[in-house]
């Protein structure tokens, strides 16, 4: 025979117990003395047993009763926890926010500026490339993201270009005089790998991958440990101190590359443009945007 404890009959019970008393506990319940104690009674038919040995002045649990204020406290916190994952506080917001990994370092001045803007909301982030969030932001995962990329699917709409970012050539690989440069790339799908490869091409310098991922720890990795060149923002000096390539014979990076903030469907709808715009033109206002 299946018996189910119910949340309300246990949130009663664990609001006897730390209230102290079955009238003090209606009050915090907003309901009547007498459902208070139907709730108990039921519980105690459950349990085939007394939940309580007294009920006086001073309450005295059974040792069954004792045993299930446990249970009920874990039953009710995982309820309540699961209930604030998909259901906000009323006049809170949850906001989930896309940052393009070579942005990351300015996480926590848009965190503490969206903190400023919303003070009740709350804000969940993930980072990756650009390519990855935008498809992410498309399915409605986010409600927007921070993108560095030079092309992207979204109706003008759903996107707000925030500025021109400028790029450079990071690493000092060690390589022979007429020897191949040694590059380091980001791995399809990436809408700057095309640009960089024809750069080389175009200025007559040979070239071969030195190193290829698709996460950016590992192409910054990379370019730190001379594995090959590669083009980041332009302040990636002062930001992970990678030393910047002094070649005369390398051609201009690619770019500049769009800084955009892209929305998706609902998240459009809510509001949240004005606020995230402002938010990430504030946050960035150090990084190397063309004037």
């Not at 490339?129 to 699917?153: I, Y």
């Not at 955009?260 to 150090?286: H, V, W, Y």
Request: hydrophobic content about 40%; proline content about 8%.
């Amino acid at each position: 025979m299946h018996h189910d404890l119910q949340i309300t009959r246990l949130r009663t019970f664990v609001t006897v117990v730390d209230r102290g008393g079955f009238r003090r506990a209606a009050e915090a319940l907003h309901i009547t003395q007498p459902a208070v104690s139907q709730q108990i009674r039921q519980l105690g038919t459950i349990l085939k047993g007394p939940v309580f040995l007294s009920t006086g002045r001073e309450l005295k649990l059974s040792p069954q009763g004792t045993e299930l204020l446990g249970y009920a406290r874990r039953i009710v916190a995982l309820n309540d926890e699961a209930v604030s994952r998909f259901i906000p506080t009323t006049g809170s917001t949850r906001i989930s926010v896309g940052v393009v990994e070579q942005l990351a370092d300015a996480l926590p001045e848009i965190l503490r500026l969206f903190a400023r803007q919303l003070p009740r909301a709350q804000v969940t982030v993930q980072t990756g490339l650009s390519e990855s969030l935008e498809g992410q932001v498309t399915s409605g995962q986010f409600d927007c993201a921070l993108l560095l990329q030079n092309q992207l699917r979204l109706p003008p709409s759903l996107s707000c270009p925030l500025g021109l970012m400028r790029m450079d050539w990071f690493g000092r690989p060690a390589y022979g005089e007429g020897a191949e440069l040694p590059l380091t790339l980001f791995s399809e799908p990436c809408t700057l790998r095309g640009p960089i490869m024809e750069a080389f091409s175009d200025a007559g310098v040979s070239w071969r991958v030195g190193y290829e991922g698709d996460q950016f720890v590992g192409v910054r990795s990379a370019a730190q440990a001379g594995l090959g060149v590669a083009c980041l923002i332009a302040n990636g000096d002062e930001l992970w101190g990678l030393p910047k390539t002094v070649r005369s014979a390398l051609p201009s990076p690619p770019g500049p590359v769009p800084v955009t903030l892209a929305m998706s469907g609902p998240g459009a709808a809510s509001g949240i443009g004005p606020i995230a715009e402002k938010t990430f033109q504030n946050a960035l206002r150090d990084y190397p945007f063309v004037e």
